[in-house]
């Protein structure tokens, strides 16, 4: 059973920088295909970056050339480096994995449905 949780979240203004970060201590993921979504109150959640074991990454528009996904599976974190922070940008954070992910397969952060496991969310404000 995974059990992800999310640590880092916080207040900055805007222009500034959060890392937020993602762990099982349980059990490794080198293998899975990871991810980071975001919730905005009343709005729908929306993909933000995912990353395959072989750390190929995909960024979704809003976070292209600000936001940084990367996963160190020797302490068996993922992270997400945010910079240039916007107001925008505040939302609850959520990691999300996908065990079932296999080379070769499509590793997305548009695909929400393939993650069958989800943190509890980390808040991250911009003022």
């Known amino acids: 059973h995974v059990q992800l949780v999310e640590s880092g979240g916080g207040s900055v203004q805007a222009g500034g920088s959060l890392s937020v970060s993602c762990t099982d201590s349980r059990r490794t993921y080198s293998t899975y295909c990871m991810a980071w979504f975001r919730q905005a109150p009343g709005k729908e959640r929306e993909g933000v970056a995912a990353?395959?074991?072989?750390?190929?990454?995909a960024y979704a528009d809003s976070a292209t050339g600000r936001f940084t996904i990367s996963r160190d599976n020797t302490k068996n974190t993922l992270y997400l480096q945010m910079n240039s922070l916007k107001p925008e940008d505040t939302a609850m954070y959520y990691c999300?994995?996908?065990?079932?992910?296999?080379?070769?397969?499509?590793?997305?952060?548009?695909?929400?449905?393939?993650?069958?496991?989800w943190g509890q969310g980390t808040q991250v404000t911009v003022s």
């Open positions: 999300a994995a996908n065990p079932f992910w296999t080379y070769g397969a499509v590793c997305s952060y548009t695909r929400p449905a393939d993650f069958g496991y």
């Open positions: 990353i395959d074991s072989h750390n190929g990454t």
